[in-house]
Nanobody, 120 residues
Framework: QVQLVESGGGLVQAGGSLRLSCAAS????????VGWYRQAPGKQRELVAA???????NYADSAKGRFTISRDNAKNTVYLQMNSLKPEDTAVYYC??????????????WGQGTQVTVSS
């Protein structure tokens, strides 16, 4: 089995920073693309940032210039550095990863989410 566990969420005032981590464990050969998503109550889950196995990144317009996604392949961990946080960033943040388990098997996994609350 493969598990993704997010951590690093919490309560922060507007303008503050948080660093989220997504650690993968289990039967893993390698990790392909990884994305950070967020979902606020009553809203759809949306992609915030993504990173490919080669390190290419992509960001939602709302995150561009404030958030940075990175990865440490040796640790099977992906990070989301969030700076200049705004109240509208408040949501549960989830990581999603395509995990290569063998030469023939690759699957998509979701973490359980971590709450980020930004107060004004």
């Amino acid at each position: 089995q493969v598990q993704l566990v997010e951590s690093g969420g919490g309560l922060v005032q507007a303008g503050g920073s948080l660093r989220l981590s997504c650690a993968a464990s289990g039967s893993i050969f390698s990790i392909d693309n990884v994305g950070w998503y967020r979902q606020a109550p009553g809203k759809q889950r949306e992609l915030v940032a993504a990173i490919t196995s080669g390190g290419t990144t992509n960001y939602a317009d709302s995150a561009k210039g404030r958030f940075t996604i990175s990865r440490d392949n040796a640790k099977n961990t992906v990070y989301l550095q969030m700076n200049s946080l705004k109240p509208e960033d408040t949501a549960v943040y989830y990581c999603n990863a395509v995990v290569v388990k063998s030469s023939r098997t690759r699957n998509n996994y979701w973490g359980q989410g971590t709450q980020v609350t930004v107060s004004s």
